[in-house]
């Protein structure tokens, strides 16, 4: 045998167990002996037709290894391994193709949906407004004697006069009280809640306060205080926070012969400044209470020291807005979760989530930042949403630019965008869900209806109450009668 003849016996040796192995590999079964030709025969799974076409084509072409010459088996053998590097880099394309589309549906924004009960769908003013104003000694953008009460009835201040108003039949408004000249100005109206349905507070500038039943229309219970700038109740316990810090409550049952209330049954004074809002949870275990400084306290009804609860703020924990509390709100869901709300002097407004529950790490968000005051918040157990009320917002200044004369021009600053509106946030995600305008004046407070889809705003400047829709009922779902088939009689 010659020298050439034995290099020809070796190389076609060698690219036949090369061609083999190769066949082996891309085989369906990784333990088959399929002959070269055969498998060189057999169609492939390939990303698109195209290619497809072109492999059976290569493939089909392929003259047999045992019948070629050493150099055409090298070059077919070539062209069988570029074909695996092109096989190889199309399946690497798929998978980045499948994996930027992943990428990229992650990446996108999640798109908002709303629940049928959703303020989206339902925030919208009702026909239904009622005069009221406030008494002329009393600033008349922040103060709003209004209350409602569990059987569906607004009591509301003309003057120094009181009013009620019963929005589930059809009777006029009537004349409660009114308060004498020597005891101050109209200032505060608080319903008690559903133990007693009938039952009302009215407090004046001076520090006295009446409680009264509206069906009997007569005082049953009164004291002179020395001033009342919030009221609470919590059953038969009556709650007021004064302009010093101090919170007292009463016991509405604990009276004498002429009705004059004994001494409060419990006093706090933690708070250095006045109380500026009060408010019971759902159980009535725990009050939450606000001052002046936009200090908020809350407070065990079994104690008289308040909880450790809140942001650690040098080595102590403290729950600390930057305006003067003006409301407060806590869930119907969870008892240990509130919202306060704040009116900074630059007219910008702050709402705050707090959980109570010291062992629970809340890692929701809790805050939300407006360029407007709050005035008041309300949760309802029917939408994982809260509503907010606000005054006056802060208007963004737009600095002076030049003319074609390189004159200076001035520019009016942007209005507040929540200024004097009713805004609705997403819990506890806290997104944005929908804001509307409601006043053209500074909505002093509202309060939410006993069903929990209405409030009613009271706006002093307008001398107006006016009742909103804030949510929805869900959709009842008829079911067929038995006596019909897909709804329709038989």
């Not at 497809?52 to 070059?75: D, G, H, I, K, V």
């Not at 009114?178 to 500038?205: F, M, N, R, W, Y």
């Not at 809350?298 to 942001?311: F, I, Q, S």
């Amino acid at each position: 045998m010659s020298t050439d003849a034995a290099s020809d016996g070796i190389v076609r040796s060698s690219m036949d167990a090369t061609v083999g192995e190769t066949a082996r590999k891309r085989s369906l079964s990784p333990d088959s002996d399929t002959d070269v030709e055969d498998f060189m025969k057999r169609p492939r799974l390939t990303a698109t037709l195209s290619v497809s076409s072109l492999a059976e084509t290569t493939y089909s072409e392929m003259p047999s290894f045992s019948q070629s010459s050493p150099r055409t088996n090298r070059t077919w053998a070539s062209r069988l391994l570029t074909d695996d590097v092109i096989s190889s880099g199309l399946a690497m394309m798929r998978s980045a193709s499948v994996a930027s589309s992943l990428d990229f549906r992650s990446s996108s924004p999640m798109v908002q949906t709303f629940s049928e009960t959703s303020a989206k769908h339902h925030m919208k003013p009702t026909k239904t407004t009622i005069d009221f104003s406030v008494a002329s000694g009393l600033d008349a953008a922040t103060t709003w004697p209004v209350g409602w009460s569990t059987d569906n009835t607004i009591v509301f201040g003309r003057g120094n006069r009181v009013y009620t108003k019963s929005l589930t039949t059809a009777e006029d408004v009537a004349q409660l009280c009114k308060i004498k000249d020597t005891q101050g100005d109209l200032q505060l109206i608080s319903c008690a809640g559903k133990e007693h349905p009938h039952i009302v507070a009215v407090a004046t500038s001076k520090g006295y306060f009446q409680v009264w039943d509206t069906n009997a229309k007569k005082v049953i219970a009164h004291r002179k205080t020395n001033g009342i700038l919030a009221m609470s109740w919590n059953g038969h316990t009556f709650t007021i926070g004064g302009p010093k810090g101090t919170i007292r409550m009463y016991d509405i049952r604990a009276t004498g012969a002429d009705g004059k209330l004994k001494e409060a049954t419990k006093k706090l004074t933690r708070h250095q400044a006045g109380i500026t809002s009060l408010a019971w949870n759902r159980d009535g275990k725990i009050l939450a209470s606000g001052d002046k400084t936009g200090t908020v306290l809350c407070w065990d009804d079994r104690m008289t020291a308040p909880l450790d609860v809140g942001e650690l703020i040098q080595r102590r924990k403290k729950m600390q807005h930057e305006g003067p509390i003006t409301a407060l709100a806590w869930s119907p869901w969870q008892s240990k979760i509130f919202a306060s709300g704040d009116s900074a002097a630059d007219l910008t407004g702050t709402i705050r989530i707090w959980n109570v529950n010291a062992s629970t790490i809340h890692n929701t968000p809790d805050k939300i930042e407006l360029d407007a005051a709050v005035t008041s918040i309300h949760f309802t157990e029917h939408c994982k949403e809260i509503v907010s009320t606000h005054g006056p917002g802060k208007p963004t200044p737009i600095p002076p630019t030049r003319n074609d004369n390189f004159d200076v021009v001035n520019h009016d600053p942007i209005p507040s965008k929540f200024s004097n509106s009713l805004v609705v946030h997403s819990y506890p995600s806290l997104r944005h869900v929908v804001t509307l305008k409601a006043a053209s004046a500074n909505i002093a407070g509202s309060l939410l209806s006993p069903n929990g889809y209405r409030v009613m705003l009271a706006v002093p400047e307008e001398s107006k109450l006016k009742l909103w829709d804030v949510w929805g009922k869900p959709m009842l779902k008829r079911t067929p009668s038995v006596l019909s088939y897909d709804g329709r009689i038989r």
